[in-house]
């Protein structure tokens, strides 16, 4: 008994470590002051001077949509990649593709970042909103592709035979059948596209140019140039964001899970 | 500086692997697992910057961390902008994504494996010792490929909390792309840290191909 104690003290403390820096971040946003220093009074003017800076908001904006925009063509593509991976026949091809995928997976964000600014500009390209939004479609291919194989694998051979042999076209067979069975995975792959996309500062440092802006980059040069209290308001607002998201997640996990236990029971 | 860039990523994998192994074991072993699991991943959804950004407000000359010692009665010190703060910060970010790894294989662990080990006289050490570590010691490794590549190339880091003295292969990258132009050096240290990224990988992937042939065999 006392050593099941002693580790839960030891989660406690590491959740504390954990969440210290966000609450402490959120806490000086409503502080009086000008600095992270020396908490002073409640107020809500830094969330106000946020709100009433359009240049802010465009940013904000700015990254919504390039998150929203990628994380949905990645989907598309990777969901459709995921499905030319499934019916790939040779093994030796489908690993060789899949380590590929891996490979984009793991591999640091400057290298990333860093090709994707002499692709750019060895097409001549202009750098800016439109290479942002390819580099992020591209670095969010490879998790949706892996989101979606495995669902793909659960789906069993013979639920596509039975559609067939009922007399169902490719087309009825994707649509009715693959699609709903990996919706989850789908799904899924959405999120943590989307995730990737609002967390990405280095490729989208290497690749945005001088007119376009994600917050990572702005909250990079303000926090270069010292300490802002409207940055504090904003993380308050991006935590807000991150919760809804999990929450989102965190649900689409859940229904998946309940559906496999349910599986499971049958099987039984 | 290479050299100096695989030692901070190996001290920083190594303080995260300190912290984050305890924290995954006891994890497996708390009621409403996919609840703490959550509370784990949700800071990985605050972007990094404001994370950074946030440890400059803690560890400032005037930050929390120095009104802390203050008021036990220490001096404040120089934390920002020092080495040990660069490492602390990098643990900081990358714990989660140690943690999720070593506490998924930890969950795929037959727990029929630790009861035989108990009942054959096993002590708890030794139990965790011959059984649990070298069963989970697949997590471990995808674990360590998620800190060590992603630690040699935080550049964004050296500079905000760094203070420009740390200079890792990222942070040299970086310079060479955006600042002096120098593409050609840029891509030549970019090639180096692709070596390094295949040496890890190599080193950390052969326990996942044995687990595959397991796999087939049943």
Redesign the interface.
């Known amino acids: 008994m006392r050593k ?1 104690k002693w ?2 003290l ?2 406690i403390l ?2 504390i ?6 609450g ?2 959120i806490l ?1 946003s409503f502080s009086e002051g000008e ?4 908490y002073r009074g409640f107020t809500w003017r830094h969330y106000q001077e946020l709100f009433a800076d359009p240049r802010m908001i465009q940013i904000v904006l700015d990254t919504l949509i390039v998150a929203l925009l990628s994380a949905l063509i990645a989907t598309i593509i990777g969901t459709l990649g995921a499905l030319a991976i499934n019916n790939t026949t040779r093994p030796s091809m489908r690993n060789t593709i899949l380590s590929l995928n891996n ?1 984009l997976m ?6 990333i970042g ?2 994707f ?2 692709f750019f500009t060895a097409l001549r390209l202009p750098l800016g909103f439109t290479s942002v939004l390819l580099s992020h479609i591209a670095f969010s291919i490879p998790i949706v592709v892996l989101m979606v194989l495995p669902k793909l694998r659960e789906l069993s051979g013979s639920l596509i035979d039975a559609a067939r042999d009922i007399g169902a076209s490719n087309v009825q067979v994707l649509k009715d059948v693959i699609i709903p069975f990996i919706t989850p995975g789908i799904f899924a792959g959405f999120f943590m596209a989307m ?1 990737y996309s ?2 990405d ?2 490729v989208t ?2 690749v945005t140019g001088n007119g376009f802006e994600t ?2 980059v702005e ?2 040069a303000r ?2 140039q010292g ?1 802002s209290l409207e ?1 504090n308001a ?2 308050g607002i ?2 807000l964001f ?2 809804v ?2 929450v989102g997640y ?1 649900f689409v996990q ?1 229904g998946q899970s309940a559906r496999k236990t349910k599986k499971r029971g049958v099987t039984r | 500086m290479t050299f100096n860039s695989v030692w901070y990523a190996l001290l920083i994998t190594a303080a995260t692997l300190l ?1 984050s192994y ?2 995954a ?3 497996h ?2 009621k409403h697992k ?1 609840l ?1 699991l ?21 560890l ?1 000359k ?3 961390l120095n ?1 802390l010692l203050g008021a036990m009665g220490m001096a404040p010190h120089q934390f920002l902008f020092t080495d040990a703060a660069f490492i602390l910060v990098a643990a ?1 970010i990358e ?2 994504f140690m943690i999720l790894p070593i506490f998924n294989a930890i969950e795929e662990l037959n727990e029929g494996l630790v009861n035989a080990s108990k009942d054959l006289g096993a002590s708890g050490w030794q139990t965790f010792t011959k059984v649990v570590f070298p069963l989970s010691l697949s997590g471990v490794k995808s674990g360590v ?2 800190v060590f ?2 630690s ?2 935080l ?2 880091l050296t ?2 909390i760094g203070g420009n003295r740390v200079i890792t ?2 942070t040299a ?2 310079e060479h ?2 600042t002096t132009m120098n ?1 050609g050096m ?2 030549t240290i ?1 090639v180096v ?2 070596v390094a ?1 295949v040496i890890i ?1 190599l080193l950390t992937s052969e326990r996942q191909h044995r687990k595959g042939r397991v796999i087939h065999r049943a």
Request: net charge neutral; hydrophobic share 60%; no cysteine.
């Open positions: 099941f580790s839960n030891y989660l590491t959740f470590v954990l969440y210290l820096p966000i402490y971040l000086y600095r992270m220093t020396n490979i793991v591999s640091p964000d400057v290298i860093a090709s600014l002499i995730t609002l967390d500062f280095a440092f290497f917050l990572s909250i990079y926090a270069r300490i940055i904003l993380s991006m935590f991150a919760l998201l999990v965190y859940q | 912290v305890p924290a074991y006891f994890l072993y708390t996919q703490w959550l509370l784990i991943i949700m800071p990985t959804w605050i972007n990094l910057l404001l994370k950074a950004y946030a440890f400059i407000g803690i400032g005037h930050g929390a009104n900081y714990i989660p490929q998620a590549i992603p040699l190339s550049f964004m500079r905000l292969l990222g990258i970086e792309f955006l593409w840029g891509s970019g840290l692709i990224m990988m």
